[in-house]
């Protein structure tokens, strides 16, 4: 409700590029954290650091100057349906 029409404009072309990614199966989640501090989490393959620093740099609201990224190497510990007995 308080974006301005360039930060709605870039916000949804950030989306936009998301919906893409996801086509192409790099991401593997994308969201919001909740609460007073607006923050995202992506979770997306990507073959090496340069090329995940690349998803992230190419992000328009991280290009435009809108929101910081801060890449950060995930792995699977643990996974409903992976790690339970019986599964």
């Known amino acids: 409700a308080t974006m ?3 930060e709605q404009v870039v916000w949804a072309e950030h989306f936009a590029r ?15 954290t ?12 990507a073959p090496d650091e340069v090329a995940a620093t ?3 740099a190419e992000d328009p609201v991280i290009a435009g100057g809108f929101a910081e990224g801060e890449l950060r190497p995930f792995r699977v510990s643990l996974m409903r349906g992976r790690d339970q007995p019986g599964a």
């Not at 501090?37 to 393959?45: M, Q, S, V």
């Open 54 to 56: 690349r998803v992230m």
């Open 4 to 6: 301005t029409e360039q």
């Open 18 to 32: 998301f919906e893409r990614l996801l086509a192409d199966g790099v991401i593997i989640l994308v969201g919001p």
């Open 34 to 45: 909740l609460g007073p501090r607006n923050t995202g989490i992506a979770i997306f393959e």
